[in-house]
């Protein structure tokens, strides 16, 4: 049996997603991990095992790649922003939880905009562009014709090897060689009026298409204003 998908195609049933935490980014966001030397890190190198995602990780990893492919453009690297982290990470996981894709939630005027969503991580003058795709967690890319094995399970063959979870870093480049594929993805990505970026990811299993493993990516950009966080 083989079947093909299309990026975006939304046929979800069960999930698994991430809390959100409030102080994001120890450990991965510092002078021994930023886009000159993220590449050595061998953290990033790991196969992912779905029953034990580090989020912190595979974000991270998104925000090294796209300062990368920033430096390489010739702009300036972005500042991480941990209240950036935390509204992306709310929208992935509003977005698996509530079965919809969309910069728009549907379903709660408070987190309708990617700015009403920024209020909500205290970010006092949110100006926000938005990035959102659906990718795989095995190395499967879309079209591709692939033989069904068992539940969760494929090859690209009848009686091929099974297709092999990414790693950290090359589900990173996945998503962000998908964004790139869209303009206006592509032209958030490599604005030269954003100033800091927060990436987040959840996890879904997709009973639609033989329990593939998914996530759901978003990265939120700030624009022009620096972020004032709320006062206590």
């Known amino acids: ?9 939304l046929l979800l049933s069960t999930f698994l997603v991430p809390a959100i935490a409030q102080d994001r980014g120890k450990g991965y966001y510092n002078a021994d991990t930023d886009y000159t030397n993220f590449r050595r890190n061998a953290l990033f190198e790991e196969v992912i095992d779905f029953n034990a995602i580090d989020y ?10 796209t300062n990368e492919l920033r430096i390489r453009n010739h702009l300036d ?3 991480y922003a941990p209240e950036l982290e ?3 990470m709310m929208h992935a996981t509003d977005m698996i939880r509530e079965g919809f894709f969309s910069h728009f939630n549907p379903n709660h005027s408070q987190k ?8 909500l991580c205290k970010i006092t003058n949110p ?6 795709i659906e990718g795989f967690g095995l190395r499967y890319k879309s079209n591709e014709t692939v033989y069904l ?8 063959l009848p009686n ?3 297709l092999k979870p990414h790693t950290y870093l090359s589900l990173g480049e996945s998503l962000v060689a998908g964004w790139l594929n869209s303009k206006d993805h592509r032209q958030n990505m490599l604005s030269k009026d954003a100033l800091q970026l927060g990436c987040g990811i959840a996890f879904f299993v997709d009973h639609g298409f033989n329990d593939m493993p998914s996530f759901k990516a978003v990265q939120n950009f700030q624009l022009y204003q620096r972020i004032i966080p709320a006062k206590h």
């Open 149 to 156: 094995r068992g539940k969760g399970k494929f090859s690209n």
């Open 112 to 119: 309708k905009t990617p700015n009403d969503r920024a209020f």
């Open 1 to 9: 049996m083989n079947r093909t998908v299309i990026l975006g195609l």
């Open 56 to 65: 912190e990780r595979i974000n991270a990893v998104i925000f090294c790649l």
């Open 77 to 79: 690297a972005l500042e």
């Open 160 to 162: 091929g090897e099974l």
């Open 127 to 132: 100006y926000l562009a938005e990035n959102i």
């Open 86 to 88: 935390n509204t992306a």
